[in-house]
Nanobody, 130 residues
Framework: QVQLVESGGGSVQAGGSLRLSCAAS?????????????MGWFRQSPGKAREGIAY????????VYADSVKGRFTVSQDNAKMTLYLQMNRLKPEDTAVYYC??????????????????WGPGTQVTVSS
């Protein structure tokens, strides 16, 4: 069973930085997926739809695809630690949201939709004040 735990959220002033982490377990336990997995970051603020931000695969693929954060956020993954990171720089008040990581065994080619992921973390709150 896949388990995900996010950390690193908090409150920061506009222009500041935060680094989110998502520790995963159980991602490679299925022989069907042969040790492959995909992880992603999403966020949701009150009254808004969930927004996909980035995804990685354990073949080195790391893509930030949300136009709202391109150039400010960087996604990376430590395969040895099975941990996903989201480095967020030049934060804006509109980045305030609960940030979630998601994962699934196997590789998805192209941007994985939220519905494709099999496991989700509980989320971590990020608050950016002006």
């Amino acid at each position: 069973q896949v388990q995900l735990v996010e950390s690193g959220g908090g409150s920061v002033q506009a222009g500041g930085s935060l680094r989110l982490s998502c520790a995963a377990s159980g991602l490679t336990s299925s022989t069907y997926t042969m040790g492959t997995y995909t992880m992603g970051w999403f966020r949701q603020s009150p009254g808004k739809a969930r927004e996909g931000i980035a995804y990685t695969r354990n073949d080195g693929t790391a893509v930030v695809y949300a136009d709202s954060v391109k150039g400010r956020f960087t996604v990376s993954q430590d395969n040895a630690k099975m941990t996903l990171y989201l480095q967020m720089n030049r934060l804006k008040p509109e980045d305030t949201a609960v940030y979630y990581c998601a994962a699934r065994g196997g590789w998805h080619f192209g941007v994985p939709p939220a519905s494709w992921y099999a496991a989700w973390g509980p989320g971590t709150q990020v608050t950016v004040s002006s």
